[in-house]
Each structure stands twice: as structure tokens, then as C-alpha cells.
């Protein structure tokens, strides 16, 4: 399978955890996308990487949450001292400069 | 900030009835794409338009992107149980990497 992958698919936790989440992307896709998806509305960006530089961040994205992309390849999302406002599906896309955005499967958080 | 309105939120129609969704930008747009979200599941490209007044079809779906290219819409013709799914537009404003959803139409198709 070469899409984009995402570990884990579920993730439960106690609020005041923190939490990480790795995205792998397709492999020679250079861009890489964040997004928060809650129930009945459309992925909400959160930030974008091309190569290993993070060339975007959403204004309303707390502090509390911190991305990587170490060596341009996968990435991984930080989620520190988790509220249960962060309960939501997170998503990752990866795609070619401005061409077609694939999605992977998303990593659904529950904030207990 | 940009805004994507999406309408309606959700659409209810028998087997065979057509269905139509509609995405409006608050700003003029470079792209947009659409995207469908079984339920359960991530959102799968269908299509990216980008010229003023473009129209593509893929089989029974039929895209339409604005003059003014501020808005664009999906047609399904003939709907069918496999087309239930939420639909979703996005649209990248001029020089913008970043692409803005809509809140998506949500279809649901009776046999």
C-alpha cells in the first residue's frame, strides 16, 4: 500500500496527557498537511510542511500543539496537557506542491 | 478571513433522484477541489477545477467552477446507494498553499 498512512487510528487518553501522532506520507510527496475534523464540519487546517521546513501555522492552533518533520519525510503531531475540546479526528495529507491532496485514514482522539 | 459556505447540510433523496450540492467563496478563488467522506472514513479527491466557467464530468457527477470563480458545483444524476457519502468543497485563495473546506453536504440516498 503506498498511500498515506496514519499510527494510531484510535487514540483514548485522560485529559492533561500528552499525546503524539506520526504521519507517513506518500513517498515522493514534498508537502505535508495537518488537519482537525470534528463531527459535521470540513478538515480545519492546522499547519503544512514542504520538505522538512513548516511553512504554515493556523493562527488557531494553541501551544500546546507542536509538529515535526524531521528529515522531510514523516511527520509527527504533539498534543501537550490534552483538553477535551482536542477530542476530534486529526487527518494528514500529503501531496506534490499545489497537485491533488491525499488523505490518510486519521487518528481519532478521545480526551477523557 | 476566507470563508467556503456549503449547501445544504444535508440532502435526502430516493434512489434514482438527482442531487445537487453548492459551494460559495466569500473571496475569489485560484482552484477548487471537491472531495467525498464515506461515512466512517477520510476524504477522497474527486476532482480539482481551474479555469473560469469550467465544467468536468466524471460519469454521473458533473462539476461546474464560476465565471467569476467564487463559486462551483457538484451534480449527481440518477443517485444511487454507493453515492451516500458527505461531500466537500476546497478552495485555494491566489498564491495560497493552504486549502479552506467547506462544511460539506451531507447525502443521504433511500433505495
Known amino acids: 500500500d503506498t498511500g498515506v498512512s496514519q499510527d494510531p487510528r484510535h487514540k483514548i487518553t485522560k485529559r492533561g496527557q500528552n499525546v503524539t501522532f506520526r504521519c507517513d506520507p506518500i513517498?515522493?510527496?514534498?508537502?505535508l498537511y495537518w488537519y482537525r475534523q470534528t463531527l459535521g464540519q470540513g478538515p480545519e487546517f492546522l499547519t503544512y510542511?514542504?520538505?522538512?521546513?513548516?511553512?504554515?501555522k493556523s493562527r488557531l492552533l494553541s501551544d500546546r500543539f507542536s509538529a515535526e518533520r524531521p528529515k522531510g519525510s514523516f511527520s509527527t503531531l504533539e498534543i501537550q496537557r490534552t483538553e477535551q475540546g482536542d477530542s476530534a479526528m486529526y487527518l494528514c495529507a500529503s501531496s506534490v506542491y499545489m497537485e491533488t491532496q491525499y488523505f490518510g485514514p486519521g487518528t481519532r482522539l478521545l480526551v477523557l | 478571513g476566507q470563508q467556503v459556505m456549503q449547501i445544504p447540510q444535508y440532502q435526502h433523496v430516493q434512489e434514482g433522484e438527482d442531487f445537487t450540492t453548492y459551494c460559495n467563496s466569500s473571496t475569489t478563488l485560484s482552484n477548487i477541489q471537491w472531495y467525498k467522506q464515506r461515512p466512517g472514513g477520510h476524504p477522497v479527491f474527486l476532482i480539482q477545477l481551474v479555469k473560469s466557467g469550467e465544467v468536468k464530468k466524471q460519469k454521473r457527477l458533473t462539476f461546474q467552477f464560476g465565471e467569476a470563480k467564487k463559486n462551483s458545483s457538484l451534480h449527481i444524476t440518477a443517485t444511487q446507494t454507493t453515492d451516500v457519502g458527505t461531500y466537500f468543497c476546497a478552495g485555494n485563495r491566489g498564491g495560497s498553499y493552504i486549502p479552506t473546506f467547506g462544511r460539506g453536504t451531507s447525502l443521504i440516498v433511500h433505495p
Open positions: 510542511f514542504q520538505n522538512e521546513a513548516q511553512l504554515e
Open positions: 513517498s515522493e510527496h514534498n508537502r
